[in-house]
């Protein structure tokens, strides 16, 4: 069975997107797993859909000391906690047109967890839509589930690999907002400063704001002709580019690396998680405004 209707998106991976029809027909399927991941943490209390599991990403994905992601053992426990083997199509939604649920996604795909999906629209659409929602959180079977060592090399950029980047002329995809792209904020708008010093971009960064690749009023992915028409001929990207998309903290920049990898299908998307609190504070390395 489909999992999206591909000619409605035209997405190279039909497997990426799920809509809220499909995800309402797979809520008792044990094969699925549910997760919702967002950026508000007394959200998922306040309801989520049946059967869905919360992955928090300060306490479930981050390493509570260094910033840095949790291990191989740490993720083992967590996928067997919320009752994922390595079978499981896992299917994430999320807040805020569900960046959060692409970055729990992209975290998830650091060990190679074969089958991912985000659900379109996200928890927005699925309230919207009407349909049910509860407070009870559900019993999970453990799992046994035996990660690989995580692998940074493929979906993930280091502050060395943009300066890399730089000289090898390779494409940066700036997804913040036009203020802090040009330096006069040095967060997003309405948020409290994350701690960077200095505002500007990295030098030769377009300006791509993350959410212009959904619809405003569904919050669902725009269709691949109309992506194409962002990040290429508004960008200038082409497909074989090494690309590397940032934000703040990488949360909004791995909505974009979504975007890129799965519905566009480039082959080198990475997404660096350092972003601008620490390039912003970093010595030496180059900014413009």
């Not at 083997?85 to 992209?106: K, P, Q, S």
């Not at 006069?184 to 212009?212: C, K, Q, S, Y």
């Amino acid at each position: 069975m489909a999992l999206y209707d591909k000619a409605a998106g035209g997405y190279v991976n039909a497997e990426a997107v799920v809509s809220t029809d499909w995800v309402a027909e797979h809520l008792t399927d044990p094969a699925v797993r549910i997760v919702e991941s967002n950026e508000d943490p007394l959200l998922y209390s306040s309801g989520h859909v049946p059967g869905a599991v919360e992955v928090d990403w300060t306490r479930d994905l981050n390493d509570p000391l260094m910033r840095d992601y949790l291990n191989r053992d740490g993720f083992s426990a967590l996928m067997s906690r919320i009752g994922v083997a390595r079978d499981t199509h896992v299917v994430f939604y999320g807040d805020r047109n569900n960046w959060w649920a692409c970055y729990a996604l992209w975290v998830f795909s650091l060990f190679g967890h074969p089958r991912m999906s985000v659900m379109d629209g996200g928890r927005i659409k699925w309230s919207q839509e009407g349909r049910p929602m509860t407070q009870e959180r559900p019993v999970t079977l453990a799992t046994d589930y035996e990660a690989p060592e995580r692998d940074d090399r493929t979906e993930r950029a280091f502050r060395e690999d943009v300066l890399m980047l730089l000289a090898d002329r390779g494409r940066l995809i700036d997804v913040r907002s036009p203020g802090e792209f040009k330096g006069d904020l040095v967060h997003m708008p309405d948020f409290p400063n994350e701690g960077a010093l200095r505002g500007g971009h990295i030098p030769t960064a377009a300006n791509v704001p993350w959410a212009r690749a959904v619809d405003p009023e569904s919050g669902c992915f725009l269709p691949a002709e109309r992506l194409r028409e962002i990040y290429e001929q508004g960008a200038g990207l082409q497909s074989g580019d090494d690309v590397v998309t940032y934000c703040r903290i990488g949360e909004r920049s791995s909505h974009t690396w979504f975007v890129l990898r799965h519905l566009l299908g480039y082959p080198r998307v990475r997404n660096y998680d350092g972003s601008w609190t620490e390039w912003g504070n970093s010595v030496g390395v180059p900014i413009e405004r």
